[in-house]
């Protein structure tokens, strides 16, 4: 089966920044396009919405006591000398006396141009029923480590590890399907600490039901040898179920 994905860079990159798993230079350029490109602003909003739901299925988790402690050993110390509060309020005036300077000019340069008309797309709402699972770990800690969402409208799947970045070392992940009494499907391999769009093909498109389950196994590299199934142990296995 093909594992390539039927989105376009920037629909692809819209649901990555929707999901939360670009780095912060990625984030911030993705911040910037969608300032500037409308449909691409829809694309990401659009994402939101669809992916919402997930939300209620992860667990917060409370930070460490110690965590503001830390945070204030990492700022800088205050110096509260007189000399620096006032060097602090004269640059600061004079800081004022420039911003408003080229508030001025870009009032100006705006003044000049002609009006621009920024039309804004709306989303398209889904039509089909999204679905979602937690792939949750099967020891004693029952602990996420994968969540998915299934977009019918796209028919593709959307699953993002929860996991640390290249925490299988010499071994993969890989993902099933397994639907009523059949055999295991195999998904593809997913990379921990990283999202993945998966482009089902057509004949497990009607397996992809509420009550069905994905799960993930651990195998060498290149994924399972068994073409019934995992060949290694499944580490995580979740339900399918409506948004």
């Known amino acids: 089966m093909s594992e390539a994905p039927d989105l376009s860079e920037a629909e692809a990159l819209a649901a990555e920044h929707a999901l939360g798993v670009l780095n912060a230079r990625e984030r911030a350029d993705a911040e910037t396009r969608m300032a500037q490109d409308p449909a691409f602003a829809a694309d990401v909003e659009a994402w939101r919405q669809r992916l919402a739901p997930m939300l209620d299925s992860v667990k917060a988790i409370p930070p460490p006591s110690d965590t503001w402690a830390r945070i204030e050993r990492l700022l800088p110390a205050n110096d509260n ?7 602090f ?84 992940h890989q993902l099933w399907l397994i639907a009523g009494q059949e055999n295991p499907k195999s998904l593809g391999l997913v990379e ?50 409506r948004l």
């Open 81 to 87: 000398t007189l000399a620096n509060r006032v060097r």
């Open 89 to 172: 309020w004269r640059n600061s005036a004079m800081g004022g006396f420039g911003l408003a300077a080229a508030g001025i000019v870009a009032a100006v340069v705006v003044a000049a141009q002609g009006p621009q008309i920024v039309t804004q797309e709306v989303p398209v709402q889904p039509q089909g029923q999204l679905l979602s699972a937690s792939v949750v770990s099967q020891d004693t800690r029952v602990q996420p480590l994968f969540v998915a969402a299934y977009d019918p409208d796209r028919k593709q799947l959307i699953v993002t590890s929860l996991l640390p970045e290249g925490s299988e070392r010499d071994k993969v």
């Open 192 to 241: 921990s600490g990283k999202a993945k769009v998966i482009a089902l093909p057509a004949e497990l498109l009607a397996k992809m039901s509420e009550g069905a389950a994905l799960a993930v196994s651990l195998e060498p590299p290149g994924g399972s040898k068994n073409p019934d199934g995992p060949s290694g142990p499944v580490i995580g296995v979740g339900k399918l179920s």
